[in-house]
Every structure is written in C-alpha cells, then in structure tokens.
C-alpha cells in the first residue's frame, strides 16, 4: 500500500519562508516522479512544482524563483522551499506521484496523493 505524508505546513506572515516536505513509502513503490498540488478554497487544484527521479523540474509560472523542489532518492522524499509567500499562496498543498510511465506534467497522470498540508500566508 502506498503511503504519501506530508509535513511542514503552517501560519507564516507575507515574506517569510516554508518548508514542506513529502515521505512516500510502500513496498517497492519507487515514484520516477513526485509533485507538490495545491488547492485555495473555489479553485482548481493546479500543478506547482514537479521533480523527476533524474532531476528534471517543473514550476508553475506563479511560484518561478520564489519555490524550488528537491527530491532526495534514497528516502523517496520530495521537498518544497517556499520563499517569498504571498497570501495568494494560500492553500491546502498535496504531495502526489504519478503512476509509472504516463506524463508527469499532466494532473491526470497522478494516482497517489497524500493527504494535504495547510498553508496560510497572512498580509
């Protein structure tokens, strides 16, 4: 059974910096792929940033510069630095991993989600 647990979410003031980080674990789950969603209440839940086992990043254009995710292999844990928060970064965040092959830059691809992390940037 697969198992993604996320951790790191909070209150932090506009500017200031979070860390979240995502453990998956599973018997012989070993994602080629591992992404951060978020979702702000009446919005679509939308693809902020994405890693591959090799290395390859995506980002929304929304969080460019200011988030960078990192994946460490060996633990099977992705993490997102955020910096810079703005209010607008307000949002219940997911770590999710897509299933082995399909498109790790498309939503649909992702069959494992975790259970979701608040975050909230006050003005």
């Not at 453990?23 to 939308?46: C, D, H, I, L, V």
């Not at 995710?69 to 949002?91: C, G, W």
């Amino acid at each position: 059974q697969v198992q993604l647990v996320e951790s790191g979410g909070g209150l932090v003031q506009a500017g200031g910096s979070l860390r979240l980080s995502c453990a998956a674990s599973g018997r012989t789950f070993s994602p080629y792929a591992m992404g951060w969603f978020r979702q702000a209440p009446g919005k679509q839940r939308e693809l902020v940033a994405a890693i591959t086992s090799s290395g390859m990043t995506t980002y929304a254009d929304s969080v460019k510069g200011r988030f960078f995710i990192s994946r460490d292999n060996a633990k099977i844990t992705v993490y997102l630095q955020m910096n810079s928060l703005k209010p607008e970064d307000t949002a219940v965040y997911y770590c999710a991993a897509p299933r082995y092959g399909s498109n790790w830059l498309s939503e649909g691809a992702y069959d494992y989600w975790g259970q979701g992390t608040q975050v909230t940037v006050s003005s």
